[in-house]
């Protein structure tokens, strides 16, 4: 149980364009997921906390116009990166916790991440 | 700022014997733990999580916690160079909004 899908694994895309990542919980519902960004040899950053049906609260230098977080329903959060630039290159991986696991001590389940090269 | 902090290493254990993770965190009220080790290129996979203080134990794996001392550690018994992965200790903030992360300690078992 709780198995998060992200979609895709991996992308390389062009500087100036866009780019969306999907983050799916495929056998629970997710009120909370969290997106985080880890460069190489680095730990996880949260860039923002995605919950459904409400905007997303971005942490601190993270900018919420060029990470767009959608949460249209309990099982998918998208993040798009928009304008893409080659610093945006990094290993995006998202989190989600389940609705009924909502307690204090819940961990996160995580996806397999998407590994986003702009050339 | 919260901060989670763990020497980065490498630290390098021979195979059979006991590694020993180390991870301090800044946040008092803090409530929930977790380690997670993450293979290069892979995401994080849950390996433990304790909440109240002293040890707790599954299988090769234990976890101790003391929260006067705002420290938990990890040990892994009889390390397998399958161990050898970057170990990521991870807490949840007092107002259970989010996880912080440290940034991970490089473990390396040799044969």
């Known amino acids: 149980g709780a198995v998060v899908s992200q979609h895709p694994s991996w992308v390389i895309c062009k500087s100036g364009t866009s780019v969306k990542i999907e983050c799916r919980s495929l056998?629970?519902?997710?009120?909370?997921m969290f997106w985080y960004r880890q460069f190489p040899k680095q730990s996880l950053m949260l860039m923002a906390t995605?919950?459904?049906?409400?905007?997303?609260?971005?942490e601190q230098g993270v900018e919420k116009d060029k990470f767009l977080i959608n949460h249209a329903s309990l099982t998918l959060s998208t993040l798009t990166v928009t304008s893409a630039h080659p610093e945006d290159s990094s290993f995006y991986i998202c989190?989600?916790?389940?609705?009924?696991?909502?307690?204090?001590?819940?961990?996160?389940?995580f996806g397999n991440g998407t590994r986003l090269t702009v050339t | 700022q919260k901060e989670v902090e763990q020497n980065s290493g490498p630290l390098s254990v021979p195979e059979g014997a006991i590694a020993s993770l180390n991870c301090t965190y800044s946040?008092?009220?803090?409530?929930?733990f977790f380690w997670y080790r993450q293979y290069s290129g892979k995401s994080p996979e849950l390996i433990m999580s304790?909440?109240?203080?002293g040890d707790k134990e599954d299988g090769r794996f234990t976890a101790q916690l003391n929260k006067a001392s705002q420290y938990v550690s990890l040990l892994i018994r009889d390390s397998q160079p399958s161990d050898s992965a970057t170990y990521l200790c991870?807490?949840?903030?007092?107002?259970?909004?989010?996880?912080?992360f440290g940034s991970g300690t490089r473990l390396s078992i040799r044969p």
């Open positions: 989190s989600a916790r389940a609705l009924e696991d909502s307690s204090y001590n819940s961990p996160l389940h």
């Open positions: 304790i909440y109240s203080n």
């Open positions: 056998d629970f519902q997710a009120t909370t």
């Open positions: 995605s919950n459904e049906g409400s905007k997303a609260t971005y």
């Open positions: 991870a807490v949840r903030d007092s107002s259970a909004s989010k996880i912080i």
């Open positions: 946040d008092r009220g803090s409530q929930s």
